[in-house]
């Protein structure tokens, strides 16, 4: 069966710090992978999604980036965080056309 | 005119009680439609597929209005355990990705 593990679950970073988050998904070949965020009392928002290795669309023009070195690995980064950047971010997976996405458990994420 | 628009929440109903959410999308060449379900401080899980024909799960219906761009999401006999945020989700047509609406809070009380 598929899974999905994202980590850190939660982490508490100061402004001007680097982030990284890593997914990683086992049980499926050449997933669509997806970095979502979530902010206090927002809806979800697609920040980057990825149809295979090194090929990363950005959604949303940020201090963010995207990165995908295997086929079933994706990792989220930051040079320098701001306090913006806040929020619960979630890696997802899907089959290409089957709509379903699969999300890991999220990485909760405090800037101070 | 957003995306993804859904009922404003939240919603507090006592248990027994029928609930129905409604979601409404822009995009009239979007293809697939689900509702998710996101408790406290987890991650969402699909909760049901739209179907045109509309479809129905236990005490959960769904149904689609393709001319109207309109679903809805019906709640018989709540739950407790039914309290969480209820996701309406299209799928934009080319690239696969999900347009998630920002949810609508249900609270079912005793």
């Known amino acids: 069966s598929q899974t999905i593990h994202q980590w850190p679950a939660t982490l508490v970073q100061p402004v001007g710090s680097p982030l990284s988050l890593e997914c990683t998904v086992e049980?499926?070949?050449?997933?669509?992978l997806y970095w979502y965020r979530q902010a206090a009392g927002r809806g979800l928002q697609l920040l980057f999604y990825?149809?295979?290795?090194g090929q990363i669309s950005s959604e949303v023009p940020q201090n963010l980036s995207a990165s995908r070195p295997q086929d079933r690995q994706f990792i989220l980064s930051s040079k320098k965080l701001l306090l913006s950047d806040s929020g619960f971010y979630l890696c997802?997976?899907?089959?290409w056309g089957a709509g379903e996405l699969f999300f890991g458990e999220g990485s909760r994420l405090t800037v101070l | 005119r957003k995306e993804v628009e859904q009922d404003p929440g939240p919603f507090n109903v006592p248990e027994g009680a029928t609930v129905a959410f409604n979601c409404t999308y822009s995009n009239s060449a979007s293809q697939s439609f689900f509702w998710y379900r996101q408790d406290c401080r987890k991650e969402p899980k699909l909760l049901m597929s739209?179907?045109?024909s509309g479809n129905e799960d236990g005490r959960f219906t769904a149904q689609l209005n393709r001319a109207s761009q309109y679903i809805s999401l019906l709640i018989r006999d709540s739950k407790l355990s039914d309290s969480a945020t209820y996701l309406c989700v299209v799928t934009a047509v080319s690239q696969g990705n999900l347009i998630f609406g920002k949810g609508t809070k249900l609270s079912v009380k005793p």
């Open positions: 739209v179907y045109s």
């Open positions: 049980g499926t070949s050449n997933p669509n």
């Open positions: 990825s149809v295979g290795i």
């Open positions: 997802a997976w899907s089959v």
